[in-house]
């Protein structure tokens, strides 16, 4: 008699068990369809209130309550995106949880009641009542399985939304046409007077121009590729006189040009020695190197790189990037913010790198060859693909911190193949990496949430790492003083030394950069805010030595040169203070139309890349 009743009891629980479970997974899968609808009503990265207060302080750039107000909108707008983040994660471990446990719990209730009972108590009325019990548990579960694919499968379309097709930042076929303007007739160009280093390279193989030109375009490409791997000649100094990558000599922000520009007008022509309208929308910086400069672009139908003459602004040549196996046939979504162009490519005077946000990552010579491409798997990144490269000897290391892994490739710059390749425990960011030298040792340091670390350049080895950062880290670390300097918007500022074990040195969340990339020049740390505020601290304690506001907000990073800061706002205008501790602002020339790039610097000339416009400004 006792058992029975136990047997009952347990029947009776697991129906609870089961109903309980059902009823939770059920509400789980109808919230996690709320929250896509929601977010799809009101998608918080694309607020139109933003947008339109941004249209707004485009007329009354002084107004500062305006600013704050566009301020807090942005705030609550990247909040309400990560809230709705950790909802959806949240909601898809609760619901597999609950999932389980009814899927048991139904298990449970099917065993105990396929146990063999009292002939004359199994009635006719008992077996249609189990019936119709297991007919609703059937169509319960069933309706609970699909709101919960539902729920994944549109919640998995929201998350892959800015994978899809179709660039948002595509460019108007009318700007196709490279525009040429003050170009120096009738002065000899100092790129044809020069040594040209690929036919160098071919020559030492023996593979002559006449020969070279009689073959095939594949043929011609693969000899490329063989004479690629000629030896790596490699020089420091090289790379100071040559902006060769983002932010210049291993990505530090330093130029070591004298007599650069500090006055010009973009608009009234002051100044301004050449420019030019180039054919593709970007973010990337412009590089150089010898007489060259590089740009990229990209829209949903093509990517190009770009090289002028950085004497005259005559385009030398300019090569769609095609025929890499693996790439993607259509481009995938990324924000206007970004576009498919952000990355600055890297240059040493043999070879160009460039990468997509296709994940595509091409080399050509300087004669505009495609010596080599490799697709590294589409990022699956919200935003776009905007870490840029980073060249030493004959690797060219990429960080590729996306939405599915932390990773981090050094590829041989001969042929693209990966000479390490290392997973790291990290989420997404946006951030490029930069090298330090230690102790003689050559370090690539990265940041992204969580971790700031420093690795080893010849095998990707994790040599430190600091738990510093979080949320959506954009800005690149700084190093100087034997400290590494980190900082993103909503994380903080740190400053830490590169060794195992690292512990911060400092730290402050008082002004935090989304975007721009601190430097440090002379024991001083300078910072830049997107909503238009420039820091500067002492690099060995902290202490804050200045803050001054300007109209408009900094993406572009800060670059020192002749003993100056240069950093360029989001309208295109130039601010140029004293490199020290007293914030002396010495001008502020207006470029005409907005910049997002980093400036680079060669020979008493400054090159900035705009809107619309590369520029080359000489006093």
Request: glycine share 10%; proline share 3%.
């Amino acid at each position: 008699m006792k058992s029975k009743l136990d047997h009952e009891q347990k029947i009776v629980l697991a129906q609870r068990v089961v109903l309980i479970s059902g009823v939770f997974c059920g509400l789980v899968a109808l919230l996690l369809i709320l929250n896509f609808w929601q977010m799809k009503q009101h998608e918080p990265l694309e607020s139109r209130t933003i947008e339109v207060l941004v249209e707004r302080l485009a007329s009354e750039p002084n107004n500062e309550e305006l600013k704050e107000e566009i301020r807090s909108f942005d705030l609550l707008a990247r909040k309400a995106y990560f809230t709705s983040r950790w909802q959806v994660k949240t909601g898809t471990w609760l619901l597999l949880i609950g999932g389980i446990v009814l899927a048991v719990s139904l298990k449970i209730v099917t065993d105990l009641r396929s146990r063999i009972e009292e002939p004359e108590k199994v009635t006719e009325e008992l077996l249609k009542a189990r019936a119709n019990a297991q007919y609703w548990l059937m169509l319960a579960g069933g309706l609970i399985l699909g709101m919960s694919l539902v729920a994944g499968i549109l919640t998995n379309d929201f998350l892959k939304e800015y994978q899809q097709t179709g660039s948002l930042a595509e460019t108007d076929p009318g700007t196709a046409d490279v525009e040429v303007i003050d170009v120096f007739a009738g002065q000899q160009d100092p790129v044809a007077g020069t040594g040209d280093s690929s036919l160098t390279e071919e020559t030492e193989t023996g593979l002559t121009e006449e020969t070279r030109a009689q073959a095939a375009p594949d043929q011609a490409q693969e000899a490329v590729r063989e004479t690629a791997a000629a030896t790596v000649s490699f020089n420091r100094e090289d790379f100071k006189k040559n902006q060769a990558t983002f932010r210049g000599y291993m990505s530090q922000g330093i130029s070591y040009h004298k007599n650069i520009p500090e006055t010009w007008n973009g608009s009234t022509g002051e100044n301004v020695k050449w420019k030019v309208a180039f054919s593709k929308h970007g973010y990337s910086s412009p590089v150089i190197w010898g007489d060259r400069i590089f740009i990229s672009g990209g829209d949903a139908q093509s990517r190009v790189v770009s090289c002028y003459n950085r004497h005259t602004g005559q385009l030398l040549w300019e090569k769609a990037v095609t025929g890499i196996p693996g790439s993607p046939a259509a481009a995938p979504r990324v924000s206007d913010d970004t576009g498919l162009a952000a990355s600055t490519m890297a240059v040493d005077g043999k070879r160009v790198y460039a990468i997509f946000a296709t994940g595509d990552v091409v080399a050509f010579d300087m004669e505009g060859r495609q010596v080599w491409g490799r697709n590294l798997g589409v990022p699956n990144n919200h935003y776009g693909h905007s870490s840029s490269l980073q060249v030493w000897g004959n690797k060219v290391v990429v960080q590729y911190d996306t939405n599915s892994s932390g990773r981090m490739l050094a590829l041989n710059t001969a042929n693209g193949e990966t000479i390490w390749d290392v997973e790291r425990p990290v989420h997404i960011s946006w951030a490029s990496p930069i090298l330090i030298d230690v102790e003689g040792k050559i370090q690539v340091v990265t940041t992204a949430d969580p971790y700031v670390s420093g690795h080893d350049l010849e095998s990707g080895a994790e040599l430190w790492k600091a738990e510093a950062m979080m949320g959506e880290v954009g800005a690149s670390c700084a190093y100087g003083e034997g400290l590494v300097f980190a900082t993103n918007e909503y994380a903080r500022l740190v400053a830490i030394e590169p060794r195992a074990g690292a512990e911060f040195v400092w730290e402050d969340d008082e002004f935090l950069a989304e975007a721009a990339s601190p430097v440090v020049y002379n024991g001083l740390l300078y910072t830049a805010t997107s909503y238009g505020v420039l820091a500067c601290y002492d690099a060995r304690t902290g202490e804050k030595k200045f803050e001054k506001e300007f109209n408009n907000g900094f993406y572009s990073s800060p670059i020192i040169a002749d003993g100056k800061v240069y950093i360029l706002d989001m309208r295109g205008v130039m601010h140029i203070l004293k490199a020290d501790a007293t914030g002396t602002l010495i001008a502020e020339p207006e470029l005409g139309e907005g910049g997002y790039a980093v400036p680079a610097m060669a020979d008493g000339m400054i090159y900035i890349r705009g809107d619309e416009h590369l520029f080359c400004i000489e006093k």
